[in-house]
């Protein structure tokens, strides 16, 4: 990791393009349940606004394992997301 803006900057952009794939799936099945598919946007903000404050804790000691761990948490949580879109 390069340095906290980047990996603010893959945070935003993986959650993003997680909640836009929703809206599209959304958008291209007008006539199926929404309620899965807001859960999973929801759980996606949700995600986002612990790895934000995560980022943001100021009282860590190893801040490379810190940040590397957050890392590992967004493509953990990413995947299961994911996972869940394409089971709708």
Do not use: Q
């Given at each position: 990791?390069?340095n906290k803006?980047?990996?603010?900057k893959?945070?935003?952009?993986v959650l993003?393009d997680i909640?836009e794939?929703?809206?599209?799936w959304?958008?291209?099945n007008?006539?199926?349940e ?5 859960a999973i ?8 606004d612990?790895?934000?404050?995560k980022v943001n804790?100021k009282?860590?000691e190893?801040k490379k394992a810190h ?10 949580k990413?995947?299961?997301?994911i ?6």
């Open positions: 990791m390069a803006r980047d990996l603010k893959d945070i935003n952009y993003g909640i794939a929703v809206y599209v959304e958008y291209t007008p006539t199926k929404t309620k899965e598919s807001e946007i929801d759980d996606a903000i949700e995600t986002f612990v790895l934000i404050a804790a009282d860590v190893n940040f590397k761990s957050i890392n590992t948490e967004l493509e953990t990413g995947r299961e997301l996972e869940r879109i394409n089971k709708l």
